[in-house]
């Protein structure tokens, strides 16, 4: 079964730009979560969408945001980069919640480059 | 706040060495999950833990979710190379706001 895919797995913006990344679940998973992960900060919680719905929501500016369609494919857009959003952006997804329901299944990342 | 603290942050040790990474919070978990993730790779789930006091073998892993299921650790036996990583627990949080956070992860290298 397919994992989890991103896209695209690297990408150079210019500060003040925007950026949509892309990710499709496992089949049958209908839980997608974002999070950033920096050196410095490690893994931050961006949002989780279930069912098309945002369940969750980290602690970042209103910049970042994201959607889910009804197929549970899920895009993250960032507006007006900047220098710090330099980051590998990961995408996970899970079957719902629960048990082993809550078990989450990462994409290879997005890896972003603000200049 | 609720938060997944791990220890230690780093550890450099040598093959065949033992050791253990641990995952503590104040918060309980209804479920627990632990992760390694190689430089440029997503996390990749090793096991889960539902009920406290459950211990779980992956060959020279071995996994342990505390009685009060609030903390988990994760021995290994004999390092290989071959395990160094970053090792992220994380945790499904039981109040029912869907919550899941991770830990703050424990980077290791083990040197041949």
């Avoid at chain 2, 789930?45 to 539902?50: D, G, K, P, R, W």
């Amino acid at each position: 079964k397919a994992g989890v895919t991103q896209t695209p797995r690297y990408l150079i913006k210019t500060r003040g730009q925007q950026v949509t990344l892309s990710c499709s679940p496992i089949s049958g998973h209908r839980s997608v979560s974002w999070y950033q992960q920096t050196p410095g900060q490690g893994l931050q919680f961006l949002f989780e969408y279930f069912s098309e719905t945002q369940r969750n929501k980290g602690n970042f500016p209103g910049r970042f945001s994201g959607r889910q369609f009804s197929n549970s494919r899920s895009e993250m857009n960032v507006s007006t980069l900047e220098l710090g959003d330099s980051a590998l952006y990961l995408c996970a997804s899970s079957r719902g919640w629960g048990g082993s329901n809550t078990e989450a299944f990462f994409g290879q990342g997005t890896r972003l480059t603000v200049v | 706040t609720q938060l997944l603290e791990q220890s230690p942050q780093f550890l450099s040790i040598q093959e065949g060495e033992n050791l253990t990474v641990y995952c503590n919070s104040s918060s309980v978990f209804s479920s627990l999950q632990w992760y390694r993730q190689e430089p440029g790779e997503g996390p990749v789930l090793l096991v889960t833990v539902v009920t406290g006091g459950e211990v779980k073998k992956l060959k020279r892993l071995t996994f342990q979710f505390g009685d009060a299921r609030k903390d988990s650790s994760l021995h290994i036996t004999a390092a290989q190379p071959g395990d160094t990583g970053l090792y992220l627990c994380a945790g499904a949080l039981t109040s029912g706001t869907y919550k899941y956070i991770f830990g703050t992860g424990t980077r290791l290298k083990v040197l041949a």
